[in-house]
Every structure is written in C-alpha cells, then in structure tokens.
C-alpha cells in the first residue's frame, strides 16, 4: 500500500513509520521540520516537508496515497490554539477528498465527543465532524487515552519538591495510552481489508493518579511519592510561571478539569471500553526510570 502520515517522527509517528515500513508499505511522512528529512529517508521513507495548513502542499503529499494517517498537533501558535487546529484539520479533510483517498486513521482523543469542557481536545470534536463530512471515504477516529508520556513533565518537579502533581484528583479514574500502542493499533486501522467507518478507543491500562504515583515512584526509589491535588488557579498559575503562554495553560487547565470531573473520560468508562493496549503502568514505570534518572 502507499501510505501517507502526519505527525513528523514524534512520539507515534516514529513507531508507526517502522510498522509500515517493515510490513513492506511504501511511506511518505509529512514534516514541518526540514531537518527531519535526511532521518525519513534513512527509515526507508519519502519525506513530505511543509505545513499543515497548506493545502496545496497537503494535495501534493496524499497524491496517489490508499491511505492516511492524520494527526493534528495541538500547538499551532501560541494563540487561537483550537481554531488553528481545525483549521489544519479543515486543510486535511480537503487534500484527502480532493486526492479520493478511500481510507483514514484520524488520531482523536478520549473527549471527542464533548464540543467544550475538554480544553485542546475541543478542536478533535470539530475535526471529527470535518470528517465524519467526507464522501467514499472510510474513516477510522482513533481515541486514544492520556498519554503516559504526559507524566515524563513531572520528572522537575519530583526531583525539586519530591511530588507529582495536578489539578484532577488522586482517585481519578484516567485511561491511559503508550504512543507505541497508539502506533499498533493506527497500523492495524490503516491496513485492514474491511474498513468501515467508526470509532476505536485505544487505552492501555485505567489507573489513578495516586497509583501512577506510587508506580513511578517505586521505580525511581521514592516509593513513597505522593500525588497532590492543585487547585485549577494553582496549577494554571503554575504553567504561566514555568513560561508556558496562558492560553496553552488556560487550555490543559481545563483539560484537568474536565478529566477530574470524568466528563473527558465519562463515554470510555460508562460504555465500557475494553483497555486493549499491551505497555501496562508497570512496563512504563521501568521507562519512566530510564527517563528519570538519563
């Protein structure tokens, strides 16, 4: 198959790249990046190098795909973060149907179904219904759960206040994925011979806060790291003084709540979506460690 997909060589994009190219899948990879390109034909693959929001550029890289892997990142600009985003996505949706691209695995997210409460996933509510809009193709959205990665950020704040922290609770009951799962299961989508349109949750194991916590903990010598619980004020003001822009730490805030409120996480949980990902919270502990103590 010829194979087009987003997301550069990040955290999903370099897992899947290495899937497709070792079932035999002839693969362009769309970067932003320029110093990307020397890496992608080194994988085998044909580097695409330009942006998400140009549409010409984007014709030109699904030319003559059977599918794509779309993903859109979240950090267009510093500012009109959602709007950027759909805007993208807008971008997308129109090179696939203008190239009659017949199958796409759009990465969403657990939340998609919410149009507010759910900070930057807002923008996969909008994109999800950009697609659910174009004709003769078959489209898979591809929600994935919290990313574990996510609690690579706190390694600073372990090391300098001996905590992990947010602004959802210790008993939060979150679904979470490992970007290697995210990869399998986008390979599986993107190569099956009965394509239909649908939704496909991918969670790797549902555990709390206070469980990643002692987890992590244990695997970096501190078994006894605690997970506290900050305020949305605290742990927005929190981002602005770490130089993250407000907007971004008025969006994850929000995204927080919404998690600690199970409105983010509520259709997964109550429908009863099975956590079908192989890296558990043990597996990534030990990389968590790795990560903690490089």
Known sequence: MKITTTGSLGNVGRPLAKLLLAQGHELTIVSSN???AEEIIRLGAMPAIGGLTDEAFLKTAFADAD???AMTPP????QHIVNNTIAA????????QQNGVKRVVLLSSIGADLPEGNGPIASLY?????YRDLKTVATTFLRAGYFYTNFLNDIP???HAGIQAGNFNPDTRLPLV???DIALAAAEELTSDTATNSI???VSDIRTPSEVAAALGAAIGKPALPWVSFSDEEHEQGMVKAGVPAEIASLYTELGSGLREQKVQNDFLVNVHPATGKVKLADFAREFALRYHG
């Open 178 to 180: 490992h970007p290697g």
């Open 157 to 159: 704040l372990i090391q």
């Open 126 to 130: 909008a994109i999800e219904g950009l």
């Open 34 to 36: 320029d110093d990307r």
């Open 75 to 78: 950090n267009l600009g510093k």
């Open 89 to 96: 996505g807008r971008h997308i949706a129109a090179a696939i």
């Open 67 to 69: 599918a794509v892997f």
């Open 200 to 202: 496909r949750y991918i």
